[in-house]
């Protein structure tokens, strides 16, 4: 035998142990047996074998291991294996760029200290050039849209992006860190590209980067990603369309103004026939094509995907009341009622009270499309169901005071006064007796209805601020009317009978 067959087959037995361990890998049975077995320390070395094949295999078969749990993610850390991973970045091919970059977002993604420890090793400014990796001249002036239609191989760029989603979630000071790297100029216009595996991770990675503070969802907005990010909303990909709207919500619930720029991002259209009505509806209702898409992707979605599209409603509107009627305007009220009724998970039911409860608390305009839309019946079923979560039951309850306070559609608090618990009842006397005082056919409609015989018939059971309404209400009316509703009027038409004498 010469002396480099001995070569050749060390290189064989490199290559089938790293093939090996990474098909092992995949199977979580083998995880532990190969860590005890000191697979780290001997999968380190060949990271820098002189063979690209092995390269890359032992550091997809890193990969996996770290993607297994957080232990032997710190275990990667712990061996110092990052280092060699992001020195290597910048001079290897491709597809060793692939493994060492699933290398980074499988620690990454564990816990913030581990995220912490990517940053340190320097990977973010190894990582935002890959996204501009393929034969691009001078690639920092050159939008980034160009390079993604002109180059066919995106695998790199979806890992990339991904790795740097799953740093940024953890902290507002590694969110900050991807910022400084200049990543976001990169990320956004991502959101236009056709293959929807880089489109979900893009938006994710927005996402995470705004929900931490203003001046972070500023650096976002100032990237243009609206409107274009609002057709993600409509994607054909379930997953495209989820973490859009996250994105869409947590650069929301910061400011009015970021709201309203959402709110204004979508076109602008004018919905004519509410526009006709006053030149101040006219108004508010310019440009509501932000607020319509955020509708269209609560009425289209399903389960737990609708659940930031619903909270994205809710932290707009509840900034004023021009953007909660952007909302109303929008047809937003009946796809969020449907999902409050029909939706099984009571998280969703509770963050669908939260956001209706947001739209009608701040005019009786407000209050009445709420009513109208057969809201507050159903907040009421929501509270007083035995089986409603205790946070399904404090939402609802707390949406329907909001509203309550506001509704002055007394046909729609009717039906509240006999259903209700007391709590509730209080909140409808109190709209009556602000009310009735100055509107006759209401007081006739209040009478009629039954509404003004069962206030008697509730004032022999309850006391306090109950009996302090029904008080009120009752000198609305001539004292022989009330006294004709009363339980014991029978009784008493009754034993005048008895005492009556006729004349002989």
């Known amino acids: ?54 390269q890359q295999t032992a550091a997809l078969a890193l990969g996996r291991l770290a993607n297994y ?24 091919n491709r597809f060793y760029k692939k493994a060492a970059a699933f290398v980074l977002r499988a620690v990454a993604k564990h816990s913030p200290d581990l995220a912490q420890a990517v940053v340190d090793s320097n990977a973010l400014e190894t990582l935002v050039p890959c996204l501009e990796e393929f034969d691009v001249v001078d690639a920092g002036a050159v939008p980034l849209m160009v390079l993604c239609i002109q180059e066919p191989e995106i695998t790199l760029k979806r890992i990339a992006a991904s ?15 991807v910022v ?28 995470h980067i705004s929900k931490h503070s203003v001046d972070l969802a500023e650096v976002v907005v100032e990237a243009e990603i609206f409107p274009n990010i609002l057709n993600c909303l409509k994607d054909t990909d ?15 619930k910061h400011t009015p103004e970021l709201a309203k720029l959402i709110v204004n991002s979508g076109g602008a259209a004018v919905v004519r026939e509410v526009a006709k009505h006053t030149p101040e509806l006219a108004k508010l209702i310019v440009n509501s094509g932000g607020a319509a898409a955020l509708v269209d992707y609560v009425s289209e979605s399903q389960g737990n995907n609708k659940l930031p599209g619903i909270m994205a409603l809710g932290y707009i509107s509840a900034f004023s009341e021009t953007l909660a009627l952007a909302t109303i305007v929008s047809k937003g009220i009946a796809p969020l009622k449907d999902a ?91 709209q009556f007796s602000q009310l009735l005082p100055h509107d006759v056919e209401a007081r006739r409609s209040f009478v009629q209805s039954g509404g003004l015989q069962f206030l008697q018939e509730l004032n022999e059971t ?34 005048k009978i008895d005492e009556y004498q006729p004349s002989a």
């Open 238 to 252: 379930v997953m495209v369309r989820k973490n859009a709207a996250m994105c869409v919500r947590e650069v929301a």
């Open 69 to 92: 749990s957080e232990d032997l993610a710190e275990g990667v850390v712990g061996n110092e294996i990052l280092p060699q991973l992001v020195y290597s970045l910048s001079d290897q």
């Open 340 to 430: 409050l009724v029909s939706e099984p998970e009571d998280h969703i039911k509770a963050a669908c009270a939260w956001t209706l409860g947001q739209i009608g608390r701040h005019t009786p305009d407000h209050a009445r499309a709420m009513a109208e839309g057969d809201v507050l019946r159903h907040l009421l079923a929501c509270m007083v169901h035995e089986e409603s979560s205790e946070d399904l039951k404090t939402k609802a309850k707390r949406a329907l005071k909001a509203i309550l306070s506001k509704c002055t559609h007394l046909q729609a608090l009717q039906p509240l006064l006999r259903d209700s618990p007391v709590k509730v009842q209080k909140y409808v006397l109190r």
């Open 1 to 54: 035998m010469s002396v480099l067959q001995h070569f050749e087959e060390y290189q064989r037995a490199r290559v089938k142990f790293v093939q090996a361990v990474a098909d092992a890998a995949t199977r979580p049975q083998n995880i532990e047996v190969m860590n005890n077995a000191g697979v780290m320390q001997l999968l380190r070395p060949l990271l820098l074998d002189n063979v690209p094949s092995i």
């Open 163 to 177: 790795a740097m989603s799953d740093i940024c979630k953890h902290s507002p000071e590694l969110a900050q860190a």
């Open 180 to 207: 400084d790297a200049g990543a976001v100029a990169y990320l956004a216009p991502l959101i236009l590209h056709p293959d929807a595996k880089l489109k979900r991770q893009v938006c994710a990675a927005l996402s």
């Open 462 to 495: 309850v006391g306090g601020k109950l009996s302090e309404f029904i008080v009120l209400i009752n000198n609305c009316y001539p004292p022989e009317v009330v006294e004709y509703y009363s339980p014991n009027y029978s009784k008493t038409l009754l034993q």
